[in-house]
């Protein structure tokens, strides 16, 4: 390499040829730069002296016409001008007034140039690219009277500048030419020793020998360079042995060192085939982990327990399980947050508090699924920490658990609502009221209502059009019933046909009403069902919370309950607050209830007995038993108790004790006094004591267990009952017949008087009120009714009984209407068995029951008050 | 119609008022003429002191340069120009005066034409003393008056005597020498 290019180029690359080159250059820089220094010089010099010759030209002239000037002579001033023929570079030469105007001029024949006006003109000189102008004032003594303006040709100056040019030009070449001849001769001495040098430098780099010498010539700088180069070849020498030394050591190591490596390599080789092995354990590890996060319901994730939440992981299946995409939560760090139910979102702060603190949470929310519907959402999570105990990382999982929730809310609907109407069940009615019960206890002020609802003649609806309309028309009630109140109002349905409201947080009586009111207008409509249109109507019991100090739900529900009754007793449809009176009523009842219970034990009940006489001849032929209930306080009268009895239940022990002392007594009777042996005896009978299915038994058991002849039996019945329980009536009525019982309907002609059940039931009295016995004595249409009614029972074959006879007026009247039998005070007021039996030694049949005095231990005020609520006393 | 006719009725009229107004100027051109005439010669006063040197023992007594009027003055209110003005190191003062023993004082005396028929007199007077004398009347030059106005072709042109000059040993710059015409009379 180095040889070829040493070779290839000797002369271009050669001292020698750089040397010339660089002299060249040399010189001609200096050479040029003295010609462009001199043609400047020249230049300015030149035109220095220009324009010493314009201002002298110019001074000439101004001086020699400032009297033409001021003596307003243009000739002379002309002929000062055309003085300036003489010298060659003018061209233009102008005088000018004190006020600018052309004095007089003067031009060169050849001259196309125009004079020039001075206005625009500033004084001194001008120099253009061939002209050289001077404007100078015109000055005498010192008062300018006029301007001069004086205009030279370069044509000189570039002539003379052009010759000095050439001239600069022939001596750089002359110059050039000597400088080169000089200096090739003058560089051979520096050249020739660097060329030997070289030469030698060749011998020793293709010889490799390092012991040849080179000759020291020439001038002192290569001398020495010849002296250092002898030395260097000597240390190079010397180099070159330690060298070739030290390379024999490296080879030597070099070869140990592979050695080692070799071994090494094997040992790499090994460690990589088990690394393999482990890492493809670890794929197929994490295929199977994949395979369990996609067939995995539950979507893991994990996320920076920071701010955020920002998610560093979401496994691929939330696609499946959310429809999102996994990156679209770890893209967009509130995300997951923006897709939570905004009523859940609070519980999420939460959540994060007790995660933070416990290291561990779950809970659940409504999450939107990308097709916008929302999902129940079980969240796990476990914040995990490093070894400081700092939070370093939450991991967690997603599970739908919409079903479960569905489910779940199923029962609780089944467990809180009525699943007839939707509408809240007691229980949850219960927990409401509970709810405001306590806000009442923080805030005396604040108020609420219960709302008792029942609907009025609901059962009759039922049995008449079927249970299926019934309950079509409980959902159509439930939904007016919604419609009424506020929207955080209650409204419940506790079964059957009864209806709860909760007025919430009102301000007092006066806002209920409207919506009291609101409600019964509502129900005024009529409910227009599938086969009928129905109307119905409310009674509606209130109670408000500052009736009394409530402190359980059932307190209140009660007193609501209890004015609901008195609703309904007032006339239905129509609603009653309760209040304390109520309340005191509420638990006079219920005092009468334990006491009524306690009574049967004690043997507090006793019976009273009214003689029933015949007409025909005043004789006894009979009893009505009357109960009596001797408590503590005094005797208790049928109209106290009975309704409480009924409601209780209490009715059926008590109406069962009557039956039995009745059949017993008249039985007892019939025995001790032999004239008496047809004695009968009607004993009352309510509602749910007829309607018990063991009636027929009980009836045929108390017969034989008293041994009264079934035919001296006759029991009473009202039309209502009749008319209500029908079809059980027409089942009784037929067996008490094949009993050869007497059946007797009591107070006819106060009730329904549906008189067609007369023909199909197997009835053989009629007993006729007393409101028809007093009426009939004075007004004649009652007397018709009556007689009616007494010749329809006849046609019917049945007998008639008018109680009540208290004159011998009415006593003739009835006569003469031909009832069978009669019941009153002229005959006799009810005795107790004492009394009867009394009565019973000294009857003699001719003598009508009235007119036997005998003794009577019954006081006076008892009397009074059976004959002012007579009616009533009636069992 | 009418409207066209009051149009051209107020045109004509236009047109009239127009000539009048350019007639008004030409009332009188030969008195106007020589009031710039009178005018250029008042500057010319001026000027011609600054071209011509008088002895020094003229000055001995004031610095000023006296201009005198001598007759009636022709310059009206022309001379107020050059009145109190610099000329050179002195200033140039105009004065009027009616008798010849009055100039004995000034520098420069203008002979007015009224002074005709007495010129001879005057000039007599004035014979020994260095007074540059100046008259605008024909023939005064040749009588020996040293600078004298002529018109020539409507321009103010100026004749000297220069023997009168020399006679009165004062300079007269060869500037002023070449725009006049020389007069050479003993």
Redesign the interface.
């Known amino acids: 390499m180095l040889n070829n290019s040493t070779s290839l180029q000797p002369r271009e690359n050669s001292i020698r040829h750089s040397l010339i080159r660089i002299n060249r250059l040399t010189v001609g820089i200096v050479l040029l730069i003295s010609l462009l220094a001199l043609t400047t010089y020249n230049f300015l010099s030149y035109k220095k002296t220009l324009e010493r010759n314009l201002a002298v030209q110019a001074r000439i002239i101004s001086t020699n016409s400032s009297a033409a000037i001021l003596f307003n002579n243009r000739e002379d001033a002309e002929e000062t001008l055309s003085s300036l023929g003489t010298v060659p570079d003018i061209v233009t030469a102008v005088l000018y007034t004190k006020n600018g105007n052309i004095f007089a001029a003067y031009q060169k024949e050849k001259t196309t140039d125009g004079i020039p006006s001075l206005f625009f003109q500033e004084q001194g000189y001008q120099f253009g690219r061939n002209y050289l102008s001077l404007i100078q004032p015109v000055v005498i003594d010192t008062e300018t009277i006029g301007t001069i303006y004086i205009k030279s040709g370069l044509k000189d100056l570039y002539f003379y500048l052009l010759a000095h040019l050439i001239l600069i030009v022939v001596v750089i070449v002359v110059s050039i030419l000597t400088a080169r001849e000089f200096l090739s001769r003058l560089q051979k001495t520096i050249t020739n020793p660097i060329n030997d040098l070289v030469e030698l430098m060749k011998t020793v780099s293709e010889g490799k020998n390092y012991s040849v010498n080179a000759l020291l010539h020439g001038p002192s700088e290569l001398q020495s360079l010849s002296h250092g180069f002898n030395e260097m070849l000597g240390q190079i020498q010397k180099r070159d042995m330690e060298l070739n030394a030290h390379r024999q050591n490296l080879e030597e190591m070099v070869y140990r060192r592979t050695n080692e490596l070799a071994q090494t390599n094997v040992q790499l080789r090994e460690e990589l085939t088990e690394r393999q092995k482990a890492e493809s354990a670890l794929i197929s590890t994490k295929a199977q982990l994949q395979h369990l996060l996609v067939l995995s319901p539950a979507v893991i994730y994990s996320c920076n327990p920071d701010d955020d939440f920002s998610f560093t992981f979401v496994s691929d299946n939330v696609k499946d399980q959310l429809g999102y995409e996994p990156e679209e939560f770890l893209e967009d760090p509130i995300f997951w947050r923006s897709n939570i139910h905004t009523e859940n979102l609070d519980l999420i702060l939460a959540g994060r508090n007790s995660l933070l603190n416990r290291g561990h949470h779950i809970h659940e929310y409504r999450f939107k699924h990308k097709d916008g519907t929302y999902l129940w959402v079980r969240d796990e999570m476990r914040l995990i920490t490093n070894d400081k105990g700092h939070p370093f990382e939450i991991v967690g999982y997603w599970i739908d658990i919409t079903e479960q929730k569905h489910a779940e809310e199923q029962i609780t609907q089944r467990a809180f609502y009525d699943q007839l109407t939707g509408l809240p069940n007691r229980s949850l009615f219960v927990d409401r009221l509970r709810v405001s019960l306590e806000s009442r206890k923080r805030n005396q002020d604040y108020l609420f209502a219960v709302l008792f609802i029942d609907v009025d003649r609901f059962k009759i609806v039922n049995d008449s059009l079927g249970h299926s309309f019934g309950d079509q028309l409980l959902v159509m009630i439930a939904q007016r019933l919604k419609k009424c109140v506020r929207t955080f109002d209650t409204v419940a349905r506790f079964g059957g046909d009864e209806f709860a409201v909760l007025l919430d947080n009102i301000k007092g009586v006066a806002e209920i009403i409207p919506i009291i009111e609101r409600i019964q207008n509502e129900m005024k409509l009529p409910c227009n069902l599938t086969r009928q249109e129905v109307f119905t109507s409310f009674s509606i019991g209130v109670a408000l919370s500052d009736m009394s100090p409530y402190t359980q739900p059932e307190e209140i529900l009660r007193d609501a309950d209890i004015a609901m009754y008195y609703a309904k007793a007032n006339g239905k449809a129509c609603y009653v607050l309760f209040d304390a009176s109520m309340h005191a009523q509420a638990v006079k009842v219920l005092q009468m209830e334990t006491d009524l219970r306690t009574a049967i034990e004690r043997h507090e009940f006793v019976l009273h007995y009214q003689p029933v006489v015949s007409m025909e001849d005043d004789r006894i032929i009979g009893f009505e038993a009357l109960l009596r209930w001797v408590s503590p306080n005094g005797i208790v009268y049928p109209d106290e108790f009975i309704s409480v009895a009924e409601e209780t239940g209490l009715i059926v022990p008590i109406g069962k004790w009557v039956l039995y002392e009745a059949c017993r007594q008249i039985s007892e009777w019939q025995e001790r006094f032999p004239q008496f042996q047809h004695l009968t005896i009607s004993v009352n009978l309510s509602t749910k004591e007829f309607l018990q299915p063991t009636f027929i038994q009980l009836i045929e058991n108390i017969l034989q267990r008293t041994g009264l002849e079934a035919r001296n039996l006759k029991l009473e019945l009202t039309e209502k009952m009749i008319i209500e329980n029908f079809e059980h009536a027409a089942t009784v009525f037929q067996q008490l017949r094949a009993l050869n019982v007497q059946v007797m309907i009591d107070d006819f002609g106060t009730g329904y008087s549906a008189l067609n059940y007369m023909l199909y039931l197997p009835i053989d009295s009629l007993k006729i009120d007393r409101f028809f016995v007093r009426k009939a004595g004075a007004n004649e249409n009652v007397k018709e009714i009556v007689k009616t009614i007494i010749t329809l029972a006849h046609a019917l074959k049945m007998d008639v009984i008018v109680e009540g006879i208290e004159t011998e007026e009415e006593m003739s009247l009835f006569k003469k209407m031909k009832s069978e039998y009669a019941q009153g005070f002229l005959f006799s007021k009810p005795l107790d068995n004492t009394s009867v039996e009394k009565l019973l030694e000294h009857y003699i049949p001719s003598v009508p029951v009235h007119n036997i005095s005998f003794d009577t231990k019954q006081p006076a005020p008892a009397i009074e008050m059976e004959n002012s609520s007579i009616k009533n006393l009636n069992l | 119609m009418n409207f066209m006719y009051k149009r051209l009725l107020y045109f004509i009229s236009l047109i009239f008022t127009l000539w009048v107004i350019f007639l008004l100027p030409q009332k009188a051109p030969a008195q106007e003429l020589e009031l710039e005439e009178y005018r250029?010669k008042a500057a010319?006063l001026y000027?011609f002191a600054?071209?011509i040197e008088w002895p020094e023992k003229v000055f001995e007594n004031n610095s000023s340069i006296n201009l005198c009027i001598l007759g009636e003055d022709p310059f009206n209110n022309n001379l107020d120009t050059i009145h109190k003005k610099?000329?050179?190191d002195r200033i140039l003062t105009v004065r009027r005066v009616n008798t010849v023993q009055e100039v004995r004082n000034c520098q420069i005396i203008f002979i007015s034409a009224s002074e005709k028929n007495n010129l001879m007199h005057i000039l007599n007077e004035l014979k020994d003393l260095s007074i540059f004398t100046i008259g605008d009347t024909e023939g005064f030059a040749q009588h020996g008056v040293i600078i004298n106005f002529y018109i020539e072709q409507d321009?103010?042109r100026?004749e000297i005597n220069v023997n009168a000059a020399k006679h009165s040993k004062l300079q007269i710059?060869s500037?002023?020498l070449?725009?006049a015409r020389i007069i050479d009379v003993k």
Do not use: H, M, T
């Open positions: 250029i010319f000027n600054r071209f610099p000329v050179r321009k103010v100026f710059s500037k002023l070449k725009l």
